[in-house]
């Protein structure tokens, strides 16, 4: 196939763009409800801004996230200010792009037609829009999965070294953007093999970058690195979020991983047997190498059950199947089907009728609403929720503490803080801060002695139910008086602060 990027597959890609932007960005703020990773990342990038490694009132080493994301967003909130509808267009934007650039890779290697197929089913399939539209770290994984799988599939036609270039740059940002991002270095590395001096070339130098920002934060905050960098490795060979077993179990979820994957809506199973349609063999080695690993980090980091958070990158191996799979469908119509009409409808029910649902689910949920299986987790009451932050900022005073949910402190104008640092403070463990906690991490004491206010919503009293730590915090908080009540959330008043 040729490799070239004429001007009208130029205007095809910027196409296929438009039309993932048009099913990203409509009410892109109201759905689907508000995430407290989305608040977590949003604070982040808001201390990155200000020159401070932080997160609410806890230093941070870009351990479990790494710095790209943050730095991405911190200069888009100098200019928009602190809005979480920021973090979420820049998602959607990452998200569109790498929509044009998965046709340009797919046309390389298995021609226009499967490539179409392809980024249409990765701009416009509901389960892909739905997590295009929260601003999660994994998202930028999207774009430089489709840029790594377009210069190396260059770069293995042509032997120019610009291709493996930016084989190397896309990786390295890879990695620069999450842990996820690991499988892009080891996949370009792959793609060089049997050339073992150069693929290992290729290898440190798309690793370097994350390396050495790894250790310009150990020298920034030498404390945070360490403790984070042992609580990741614990948790990579040990440690199970959520489960206990150690190594054994760790192994078994990659397998139940990949069954969520399978069951987390119903064309992926599609995808995964269309990795295998792939009409150019090497075409097929290469997605499929691609697509292996990516999923043993994503596997291995978290279940994938409600949250899919950390399975986004694998919607672009995804779409390359589904385009393989309906473009190997419409051969064998055109090929086995009589008569131009039987053939044309034939080729409607094959193509038409799956991606036309998908696009047409993404665009009425874009127009109404998007529902998730984890909406328990999420702000879907946001009108109540400004309300609240709106009372309490009126109240407040410089310097003031105010204890919240992770995904609202962005509404807010004194020093909110997420009641999971209020628990780690005690030494307490909840979610992901560990037991015993050092103090010194925390540059501003998070207590519930020192808030102001609390404010209490249905996700924190959901996490009332499984952290006896949290359930005593808030008994306490519970008995300050309630000055001000929007929908479910009850903001509470220390009277001695």
Known sequence: MGGGVGWRHGLAALGLTLLALALRLPRLLETPGWDPDE?????????????????????????????????????????????????????????????????????????????????????????????????????????????????????????????????????????????????????????????????????????????????????????????????????????????????????????????????????????????????????????????????????????????????????????????????AGLGLVFRSVPGRPARVGAAALVIALPLGLELARSAGAAATSFQTRFDWALVTDQRSARETATYVNFQVRTGDVILVSPHVAWLYDARAVDFFQAVAWTGESIAFYPAGLSRARFKFEPSVERARFAAIDPFWRQWVEVSVALAQLTARIEQWPEVYRAGEISVRRNPAA
Not at 75 to 95: F, I, S
């Open 39 to 327: 608040g977590y990342n949003l604070e982040i990038a808001w201390q990155l801004l200000h020159g401070r490694a932080q997160a609410f009132a806890v230093s941070q080493s870009f351990v479990q996230h790494p710095v790209l994301f943050y730095a991405l967003l911190a200069p888009l909130l100098a200019l928009a200010g602190k809005e979480l509808l920021v973090a979420r267009a820049l998602v959607a934007v990452v998200g569109a792009l790498a929509v044009g650039v998965l046709y340009l890779a797919v046309r390389s290697s298995a021609g226009t037609r499967a490539a179409v197929l392809a980024a249409v089913t990765l701009a416009g399939a509901h389960f892909v829009v739905l997590h295009g539209r929260l601003a999660y770290t994994y998202n930028l994984l999207l774009l430089w999965a489709a840029l790594s799988l377009w210069f190396v599939t260059r770069w293995e036609q042509t032997r120019a070294l610009r291709w493996l270039l930016g084989t190397v740059i896309a990786a390295a940002l890879g990695l620069l953007s999450d842990q996820v991002g690991l499988a892009l270095p080891i996949f370009v590395a792959a793609r060089v093999l049997p050339r073992r001096r150069l693929a290992l070339g290729v290898l440190g130098a798309s690793v370097a970058p994350a390396v050495l920002a790894a250790l310009a934060m150990a020298i920034v905050e030498p404390g945070a690195s360490a403790q984070d960098w042992a609580k990741s490795l614990r948790r990579v060979v040990v440690e199970t979020p959520g489960l206990s077993g150690g190594p054994a179990t760790r192994l078994a979820l990659w397998f139940v991983n990949y069954l969520h994957l399978l069951r987390a809506e119903w064309w992926l199973p599609l995808a995964v047997a269309g990795l295998f349609c792939v009409r150019d063999l090497t075409g097929r080695r290469r997605v499929l190498t691609l697509a292996g690993l990516t999923a043993l980090p994503a596997f291995a980091l978290r279940d994938l059950e409600p949250f899919f958070r950390t399975g986004i990158p694998l919607f672009v191996p995804a779409a390359v199947g589904i385009g393989a799979l309906l473009d």
